[in-house]
C-alpha cells in the first residue's frame, strides 16, 4: 500500500462535493456543513470489526465496502431521515493486510462503498485512517436530517397499534450460516443459496420507505432490524413501556431460512432472532395501514403486520413480548444477538 497521505488523497478524489449544504469536505481538520433552518440533524455510529462483525476469507472487498455503510444507512433510516453525510475511519493492520493484494483490494472497498453512497445522495466528508495491531476496524459515521419533531424515536408505540415490518425475515441469518459451513459468493450465479449469501454480506437499507413513512408521521415507532426481531422488538416496548403479541404464521420468514433449518420452529427462530435483516420493524395506526402498503408498494417493498401492541403489567406478565399460535399465547422465546452476552 502507499502512504497514508496518498491512500487519503486517492479517496478524496472519489468523495466528491456534491451536497448543497456542504462547505468544505475531506481535506482541512473538519468539514464545514451550513446548518438548514427547520431541519434537525441525526447521527449515527456504527462499528465493523474484524473477526467480530465479518471475516476478510469470505467477505468480498467489494461488499464489506457497501456493508460499512448500508448498516449506518439503515439507522437514519429506522429515524425516518434522509441520509447527507458520511466520515468513514479505518485501521488497518500494519505488517499483514487482512486483503492479498491491497492496493486493488481498498480500490474493490471503494467502489462498493461510493455504489451505495451515491444511490443515496451521501457525501464522504471525512474520516481518519491508521495503523492497527492486528485486525482491520471499521468505523462508520453517517449524518442525516429530518424535518423538526417529525424524527421516528422508539418510544411511541401505543396500545392497539399494528407491528409491521418490511421485506422478509431470516435471510441473513442463513446466509452468515451457510459463510460458516464453507460456501462462498458466486457473482454468476443465482439460486437461493446464493441469495442467502448476498443478503448477509450486502444489505439493502430501507433508505426511502423509513424518509417517506417519517416525512407523512405515518409510523409511531421504528427500529431496523440489526440483532434480530425479537431483541429488536424489545427496544420498542422497553422504550414505549408497551408489550407486544407477535402473530406465528403471518412473520414473513425468507424461504432461505429452510437451507440451514430442518423445521418450521427452527425457521421461524432463525428469522426472529437472527439479525442482521435491516428490514424496518414500526408500529402504527391500523386506520393508516392501506396508505403504508401503497408506499412500500411504490418503494419495491413488501410490507406486513405481524401482531399488535398491547398495554401490559409487569407484575402480571414477565416478558412484554408474546407469540400467538394454534390459539394459544405465550411467551417469546426468541432471542437476539447481544454482544456481551
Known amino acids: ?79 425516518g431521515g434522509e441520509p447527507r453525510h458520511a466520515l468513514l475511519t479505518l485501521g488497518i493492520p500494519k505488517n499483514k493486510s487482512r486483503f492479498p493484494n491491497p492496493d486493488p483490494q481498498w480500490e474493490e472497498f ?21 495503523a492497527a495491531p492486528d485486525r482491520l476496524v471499521i468505523d462508520s459515521i453517517v449524518m442525516g436530517n429530518c424535518a423538526r419533531g417529525k424524527a421516528v424515536r422508539r418510544s411511541g408505540a401505543q396500545p392497539g397499534d399494528g407491528i409491521y415490518v418490511t421485506g422478509e425475515l431470516g435471510a441473513s441469518a442463513a446466509g452468515l450460516e451457510l459463510l460458516r459451513r464453507g460456501e462462498r459468493l458466486s457473482e454468476n450465479k443465482d439460486s437461493a443459496l446464493q441469495r442467502a449469501l448476498r443478503a448477509h454480506l450486502t444489505p439493502q437499507p430501507r433508505v426511502e420507505f423509513g424518509r417517506r413513512i417519517g416525512e407523512a408521521g405515518l409510523t ?14 424489545g427496544h420498542i416496548c422497553e422504550e414505549s413501556g408497551v408489550g407486544a403479541i407477535i402473530d406465528y404464521a403471518e412473520v414473513p420468514m425468507a424461504a432461505e431460512t429452510r437451507l440451514v433449518s430442518e423445521s418450521d420452529e427452527s425457521a421461524f427462530t432463525l ?15 391500523r386506520r393508516d395501514e392501506t396508505v403504508l402498503k401503497e408506499i412500500a408498494q411504490a418503494c419495491n417493498l413488501l410490507l406486513t403486520r405481524i401482531g399488535e401492541i398491547v398495554a401490559i403489567d409487569p407484575a402480571v406478565c414477565a416478558s ?22
Not at 111 to 120: E, N, S
Not at 320 to 341: C, T, V
Open 271 to 285: 428469522a426472529t432472532s437472527g439479525g442482521e435483516d435491516y428490514e424496518l420493524l414500526l408500529t402504527a395506526d
Open 1 to 79: 500500500m502507499n502512504s497514508e497521505f496518498a491512500f487519503i488523497n486517492r479517496i478524496r478524489s472519489r468523495a466528491a462535493l456534491r451536497s448543497a449544504d456542504l462547505v468544505c469536505g475531506i481535506g482541512d481538520d473538519t468539514a464545514i456543513i451550513t446548518e438548514r433552518a427547520g431541519r434537525e440533524m441525526l447521527v449515527t455510529a456504527d462499528l465493523l470489526i474484524e473477526d467480530v462483525h465479518f471475516k476478510s476469507d469470505y467477505t468480498p472487498p467489494r461488499h464489506l465496502g457497501h456493508k460499512a455503510l448500508a448498516v449506518s444507512l439503515s439507522d437514519i433510516a429506522a429515524m
Open 220 to 233: 409511531r415507532a421504528m427500529i431496523d432490524v440489526s440483532d434480530g426481531l425479537a431483541q429488536d422488538l
Open 110 to 130: 471503494f467502489a462498493g462503498y461510493f455504489a451505495l453512497a451515491d444511490k443515496f445522495g451521501v457525501t464522504l466528508i471525512g474520516g481518519d485512517t491508521c
Open 320 to 341: 412484554p413480548l408474546l407469540l400467538r399460535q394454534a390459539g394459544r399465547i405465550e411467551p417469546l422465546r426468541a432471542r437476539g444477538y447481544d454482544h456481551f452476552a
